[in-house]
């Protein structure tokens, strides 16, 4: 299984390798971009083996002969580990790749659908061949997934029909347990990322008395930066420090304009937090009826969103339950069966579950 240090694949892939174990699979992670941190190493030796390349990521990259020596590193390490089958989470890593083996592929995001989210437009001229890369990746993999409708219908509008493609919901191994809870609206993300919208929650938390608390890092690894003024920064903090704010938080906010899935929201959910969502086609499919929505392009609807929450505490413990009950359809359990299911198919095999719990 692919995956990288810096985005959220590390956290899904974290999750779904611990559902897979319970299954009585063996993973090999091969990592590609900056290296992990001694946190990060720990977390995945504890799950499976690890492997680092040399190799960048391709939206690090800026052309694509840097990314070229991904397909055949990642067959060679699956030669040198005997491994049964491919699970790429980047579509481009399976581009031109030469193996035997099954090759999964799953799009978490991309260029292309995030220019077409984000900035409205399509990918420009200089970063095509990315999208060129994903399309050979999605032609050469024998199975294609998403982890939302919402995605798989932007995949198809980028890059036209996709045969093969099926959607596997994301999962959280957060727990349900419930904690004392603080008046303050919190928030965790990439925030140099512009499809995560950090400006338009820091422009909100000027216009309304509740404090605002947001984690996560504003410096991209590309240079990227938001300079945040009303809302009480963070930083970058360690995983389980972010889900302890979340315990603690009775609103938690995501205003994204582009979410392949959203897993700060599950987790949210999870953690006992009333859900406040950006309005776009991945929240309302995930979670309509469990939140209140809101215009991500209007600070003032967001903070009207989280106000009202504050002024109704009927309606905050309704949308708590609503969407703790909701977060139980996103499963490590369910999403490993899906998961093992596909790989049976491709494997000419019938997956026979180690329990009997898919809840």
Request: net charge negative; proline share 7%.
């Amino acid at each position: 299984m692919t995956l990288d240090a810096v985005g959220g694949v590390w956290r899904y892939a974290m999750n779904l390798a611990a559902g897979l174990r319970r299954q009585g699979m063996e993973i090999v992670f091969a990592g590609l971009g900056p290296a992990p941190s001694v946190t990060q190493t720990a977390e995945a030796k504890a799950l499976g083996q690890l492997v680092w390349l040399d190799v960048p990521l391709d939206w690090m990259a800026s052309s694509r002969t840097e990314i070229s020596a991904a397909p055949t590193e990642i067959s060679r390490i699956a030669r040198d580990y005997h491994v049964d089958l491919l699970h790429l989470n980047l579509p481009s890593q399976a581009a031109g790749i030469d193996t035997p083996l099954p090759v999964v592929v799953v799009s978490h995001s991309c260029v292309v659908t995030w220019f077409a989210a984000v900035r409205r437009t399509l990918v420009p001229p200089d970063w095509g061949w990315q999208r060129d890369a994903n399309k050979e990746g999605f032609d050469r993999a024998d199975a294609v997934l998403a982890p939302s409708m919402s995605h798989a219908d932007a995949l198809q509008a980028a890059y036209g029909p996709l045969s093969r493609l099926r959607v596997i919901y994301n999962a959280s191994r957060v727990g349900s347990d419930q904690r004392p809870k603080k008046t303050f609206v919190f928030a965790a993300g990439r925030w140099w990322d512009d499809g995560k919208n950090g400006v338009v929650l820091d422009r909100a938390a000027a216009a309304m008395p509740l404090p605002v608390v947001m984690a996560g890092s504003c410096s991209g690894p590309n240079g990227q930066r938001l300079q945040l003024n009303d809302a009480d920064d963070r930083g970058p903090l360690p995983y389980p420090k972010t889900i302890a704010l979340m315990q603690s938080a009775q609103i938690v906010v995501s205003p994204s304009v582009y979410e392949p899935f959203g897993l700060t929201a599950l987790e949210a959910a999870r953690c006992g937090a009333a859900l406040v969502l950006s309005d776009i086609p991945t929240y309302r499919e995930l979670w309509d009826g469990c939140a209140l929505f809101f215009d991500p392009h209007d600070p003032q609807s967001l903070a009207a969103a989280c106000m009202r929450l504050c002024e109704d505490e009927q309606l905050l413990a309704e949308l708590v339950v609503r969407s703790l009950e909701r977060s139980r359809a996103f499963s490590l359990e369910r999403q490993a069966a899906s998961m093992l299911e596909t790989y049976a198919r491709l494997m000419n095999d019938i997956f026979t579950p180690a329990t009997a719990e898919q809840s």
